[in-house]
């Protein structure tokens, strides 16, 4: 488990939409137990690049490594392998409305593991206790608020103890209090789960708190560029598109200066 | 954390240490896929007694995941339900970590869910209430959209003619389709079974009046009703119901559109004005339908059959098909668009609100068949 093996590599990706290019040829590697940034503005295609690696959208080139596995070539079957050692939580959470929040993280316990129902619920409540949902396990997702929902996205995500797990706009609609809370508890579960994290994200403040590395998605040239650790980068970027997201546009030197 | 494609289950040794301590270890490799040992030889060995500390010994734990946060969470509920301490210095760092974080936000006063089980004079109290106050909701509902038609008649409503435009398509011209096939066929079919009977005392030729009163009076209106409320009622209930899912009717609010003249004046305005026109198409399709099966079984002509069936209907037994239709439209286009309003938000509260509205609709049509036939029988129509 040391910090240098790949957990996830991508390989001269290539996203499009019939002749519409979104970003082409992306090259980054995610080292094991690390906490991954993907930022960019607003439809640069962040998400769209996060249903790539998932396998929810197909490259027009490239390839997706998990480990060692080629998950873009992999027969339906081996994808499905590799994907249960991932686990992703949606922007609103995606939590199935007909369950109730211990149903929807028993759903992929029961399928996967020959727990006993008693078991999968004792696994469900150890799950809500840590996103700090504690006593909530037999509301349903529309009785909850929408932060709520989204840690019990994360509870679910974290059901089967991925390997790899994925973060689509943690903080976007939370107070910022509650998302710099769910940051901690992001760094926290990467720390005593050894979890690779990938979070898909514009929000400055926890790009800087959280990001280990990061790739930053370019829409002028419609590629993007892997870089180390966010908060260096204000002192080292030199890219006038990345400095200017990273100042909330103030991209003059000076601005640059008072941030350093 | 390694996941391992072994299969064997975690191992639990509890010994006494003396001085009121029990060591346990925790060995082998502990893996959901294996399943979570019991927490029954711990709790046991504290239900005996003596027991003030519980201590770890993880030396031969090889890997471990949720099975063991589980079960080291069970063990430090019940050791806090009985006093014991629990001393966590034994167990890796990643674990400690996790229990901490799972015991970090305790749990919220009163927001755990109270399972008791309502009484039987309770259930049926709530669902009188629930009844009383939906009936209160369709009543207002009905009472909005008939100011809403009001306010039409003065040239005051507010909707935008595009939509209504796309909904008449949508209720009209698409449904011909289905309206044909389903229509050809009752008509087949009534004149299949009139035949067979009929034919025993030879007045196979009465067949046309048969299939020509029942497609005109009756199944004419009520088919075509019965295909709309599957098709179209159910599809306006989901739509609103996912316009309220995504607070485009909020929306609408806000700007100042009132929901009842923006949605729903269109869809009952189009339901109720294409209703009759698709109960004609109906009614002659099925008279064809039941000339093809005449023609082909009974050695009827088709000259024959067209004169008996005009020589059957009447302008009346026509007309009050027609009338029908259109009150069939206005209960289905109201009931849709009043179970998409009441829909909930969530996904399947979309679902529960299209099978309630087709659910609805079907039974307001019936009823309103039978009040009719009454009416009718009364009057002397």
Redesign the interface.
């Known amino acids: 488990m040391t910090a240098a093996t790949p957990s996830v590599t991508v390989r001269d990706l290539t996203m499009a939409f019939g002749s519409f290019v979104v970003m082409h040829d992306l090259n980054f590697t995610i080292p094991r137990g690390s906490v991954f940034v993907i930022m960019g503005g607003s439809g640069s295609g962040k998400t769209t690049l996060l249903r790539h690696m998932i396998g929810l959208n197909e490259p027009a080139k490239g390839e997706v490594l998990y480990g060692t596995d080629n998950f873009t070539r992999a027969d339906p079957e081996t994808r499905q392998q590799i994907l249960r050692r991932v686990g992703v939580m949606y922007q609103g959470g995606a939590l199935f409305s007909s369950m109730t929040l211990a149903e929807n993280i028993g759903l992929p316990l029961g399928e996967y593991t020959r727990l006993t129902p008693e078991e999968i619920r004792q696994v469900a409540l150890v799950k809500l206790a840590l996103v700090g949902l504690k006593g909530f396990e037999d509301y349903f997702p529309s009785e909850i608020s929408g932060g709520m929902q989204k840690r019990a996205g994360l509870a679910r995500a974290m059901a089967l103890d991925p390997e790899v797990l994925y973060f689509d706009e943690p903080s976007a609609g939370l107070d910022p209090i509650s998302s710099r809370l769910l940051d901690e508890l992001i760094l926290e579960l990467r720390d005593s789960l050894g979890a690779t994290v990938i979070v898909v994200t514009h929000e400055l403040p926890s790009i800087f708190a959280i990001g280990d590395a990061c790739l930053f998605l370019d829409p002028e040239t419609r590629t993007g560029r892997p870089y180390g650790a966010p908060r260096d980068l204000l002192k080292t970027a030199t890219d006038p598109q990345l400095l200017r997201f990273l100042t909330r546009g103030e991209s003059s030197k000076e601005a640059v200066k008072n941030h350093g | 954390?390694?996941?391992g494609e072994q299969q064997e289950r975690g191992e639990i040794a509890v010994t006494p240490a003396g001085d009121g301590a029990l060591l346990v270890r925790l060995s082998g490799g502990w893996h959901?896929?294996g399943?979570?040992p019991s927490l029954d030889r711990i709790a046991g060995a504290i239900a005996g007694g003596g027991v003030r500390v519980v201590r770890f010994d993880t030396r031969d734990l090889e890997a471990w995941?949720?099975?063991a946060?589980?079960l080291l969470?069970?063990v430090a509920d019940y050791c806090r339900q009985r006093n014991v301490t629990v001393e966590r210095d034994g167990l890796p760092?990643?674990?400690q970590?996790?229990l901490a974080?799972?015991?970090?936000?305790?749990?919220?006063e009163g927001?755990?869910?109270s399972?008791t089980r309502a009484g039987w004079l309770e259930r049926i109290g709530t669902g009188g209430l629930e009844w009383w106050e939906s009936s209160r909701e369709a009543l207002e509902f009905l009472g909005e959209s008939m100011l809403a038609v009001g306010r039409l008649a003065r040239g005051k409503a507010r909707y935008r003619r595009f939509d209504f435009l796309v909904v008449l398509q949508s209720v009209g011209a698409e449904a011909l389709p289905i309206v044909t096939l389903i229509s050809i066929l009752v008509g087949m079919i009534l004149a299949f079974v009139g035949a067979v009977q009929l034919s025993r005392f030879g007045a196979q030729i009465y067949v046309a009046d048969l299939v020509a009163i029942a497609m005109v009076r009756e199944m004419g209106c009520i088919m075509t009703a019965i295909i709309m409320a599957g098709r179209t009622g159910s599809g306006f209930a989901a739509q609103l119901g996912t316009m309220k899912v995504t607070q485009e009717i909020d929306a609408l609010t806000t700007f100042g559109f009132p929901p009842m003249e923006f949605l729903v004046l269109p869809r009952m305005l189009a339901l109720s004005l294409m209703m009759p026109l698709l109960c004609v198409y109906s009614d002659v399709l099925g008279i064809i339908g039941g000339g093809l099966v005449s023609v082909g079984m009974l050695d009827l002509t088709p000259v024959q059959y067209f004169n008996e069936s005009k020589a059957a209907v009447t302008l009346t037994s026509y007309s009050t098909g027609i009338g029908k239709s259109v009150v069939f439209g206005v209960l289905i286009a109201i009931s849709g668009c009043l179970r998409g309003m009441q829909s909930?938000?969530?996904?399947?509260?979309v679902g529960d609100a299209a099978t309630s509205a087709v659910v609805t609709s079907i039974v307001l049509i019936v009823v309103a068949d039978g009040i009719f036939a009454v009416l009718f029988n009364v009057l002397g129509i």
């Open positions: 954390m390694a996941a959901l896929a399943g979570i995941d949720s099975a946060v589980t969470a069970e760092p990643g674990l970590r996790l974080l799972a015991e970090a936000v305790p749990e919220k927001a755990r869910k399972a909930g938000s969530s996904s399947s509260a």
